[in-house]
Every structure is written in structure tokens, then in C-alpha cells.
């Protein structure tokens, strides 16, 4: 079985969420077009996009798209064409060192602002599975060491670290990564589309291609499938697109001017 997998979804409160739908969907297909596709929603603080789609999608969601919630994922197929997709729940927390952590395949949250080994031991008690994901200047000098020191204490059975577009092409590969990868600790690919507008084009553009290598082919639940990520039996590579580094700094750019909504505490 293969899948394509964009393990960093956000889709914000005023994205059109049809157009991040449709996005997810195309860039996941251009991907690997006969791969089962997964997207894994890692919502912000102020984001409750999952339990919203399952509940009551606004008028232009319902008209192009059929919705049908399961056990522990989303199905999603386009009307114009059948293309399907699974979303699944997830949260983007931060922790008090400022370390992005994220749970996948989650429904249920975790406290954000705790340190960053005791989010990932709360996204472990919880059943999802934490990802340390890069992302500019968050893994040098103190906070780098945090992410090292993240590899010591947990196996990589429980931490996988993160890739994303934000990481501009022709970039060296941090070192963090290598050594993570010489002991055996996985990394994950997803778009991490900004809080703006615009960025509704991303969703999708940046995965894991993601193969069984071994085991009996049978059939798994989506979330079972993301959940075992790390358990070995599967290859995983980077499909899709990371931007330049002109298209990055611009990003970078529109995303430290966008308006941050105020945090409830």
C-alpha cells in the first residue's frame, strides 16, 4: 500500500477553506496520483477546523465536497471529480521553550507553554504521535539544544522530527536532521501553509511518500496508518516541493505582518 501524507495541515479560520480542500487534494495528486492521500490538520491555538467539518461545513465546503466523518478520520471527496482524501485531527503546540511540537492524529489536545519533554509525553499519553517540526531560526543555539536533548530522552518509536516548505531548496540539511536519522529517528515531510491569505495554495505541496516495506498489506485505518509510522515496515521519502529561497523570505515576510489573534491565556 502506498500513500502520500502531508503531515503539516493548517487551514486557518479565514482561509477559504474550499480552496485549502481543493489544494490538498491536487497537490497531494500530483504527488503520487495512485496513492491513497492523508492530510493531518495540525491546528493552531484559535483553530477548531476538524470538529467544524464534522459538524457543520459552511455552504461552500458542502456544495463541492462530500464530507464523512469516521471513528478517527475525515473522508473528503470532490464532487466534480471523486478525487478522496482522509483528514485527520491534530494540534500545532508550542512549548515554554518555544519549540514547536506536533501531535498527529489526535483529537484530543494537550496544555500548551509546558516544556517540551512533557509535550511529547502528553501527545504519547494521548495516542497521537509527536513530531519535533523545523521551522526558521527555532533550532539554534539554546533551542537546538532543547531538540538534542529531546533525542536523548525519547526513542525514536515516539519522536519523529519534522521537514518543511519553509526550509528553502538548495538549503544544507540542518545537522540535527543527519544525526537524527544515523539513530534511527524519522522525519516527516508537510507544507506548514502561514497564517494569511494566500497561503491556501500550499496544503498539499510538501509530504511523505510513504510505502509499506514490509508486513501483510493489510487493510489499516488512516490514522493507524500515521500512527505507526515509526514503528518500522514502512519507507518514507520527501514528495512535492519545497519553495526557493526568494519565495521563503517573502513568505517570511507577509507572515510577520499578518495580524496575531490574541491567546484566551
Known amino acids: 500500500m502506498r500513500y502520500v501524507i502531508d503531515t503539516h495541515v493548517h487551514i486557518y479560520p479565514f482561509y477559504d477553506t474550499a480552496a485549502a480542500l481543493d489544494s490538498l487534494l491536487d497537490n497531494l495528486g500530483r504527488a503520487d496520483p495512485d496513492a491513497s492521500r492523508i492530510g493531518c490538520l495540525t491546528e493552531r491555538y484559535d483553530c477548531d477546523l476538524y470538529n467544524q467539518l464534522c459538524a457543520q461545513p459552511d455552504a461552500k465546503v458542502s456544495e463541492r465536497f462530500d464530507l464523512t466523518p469516521g471513528d478517527d478520520s475525515l473522508g473528503i471527496r470532490r464532487r466534480g471529480d471523486g478525487a478522496t482524501c482522509q483528514l485527520l485531527p491534530g494540534q500545532q503546540v508550542i512549548t515554554g521553550e518555544n519549540i514547536e511540537i506536533l501531535s498527529l492524529a489526535c483529537r484530543e489536545r494537550v496544555t500548551e507553554g509546558e516544556s517540551a519533554p512533557d509535550t511529547v509525553r502528553a501527545i504519547l499519553d494521548k495516542g497521537g504521535l509527536p513530531v519535533a517540526a523545523w521551522a526558521p531560526g527555532k533550532w539554534f543555539f539554546e533551542r537546538g539544544k532543547v531538540v538534542r536533548a529531546l533525542l536523548d530522552q ?25 544525526d537524527a536519522r544515523a539513530r534511527g529517528f524519522r522525519t516527516l515531510y508537510g507544507s506548514d501553509p502561514l497564517p494569511y491569505g494566500g497561503e491556501e495554495q500550499r496544503p498539499g505541496s510538501y509530504c511523505s511518500e510513504v510505502t509499506r516495506a514490509s508486513g501483510n498489506g493489510l487493510t489499516e485505518t488512516p490514522s493507524g496508518v500515521v500512527r505507526s509510522l515509526l514503528g518500522g515496515g514502512w519507507d ?24 496575531k489573534p490574541a491567546r484566551a491565556c
Open 236 to 259: 518514507i521519502s520527501p514528495a512535492g516541493r519545497r519553495g526557493s529561497l526568494p519565495t521563503v523570505l517573502e513568505r517570511l515576510v507577509r507572515n510577520h505582518r499578518a495580524p
Open 154 to 178: 525519547f526513542e525514536p518509536t515516539e519522536l519523529a522530527l519534522g521537514d518543511t516548505t519553509l526550509r528553502p531548496l538548495g538549503w544544507t540539511t540542518p545537522d540535527i536532521f543527519r
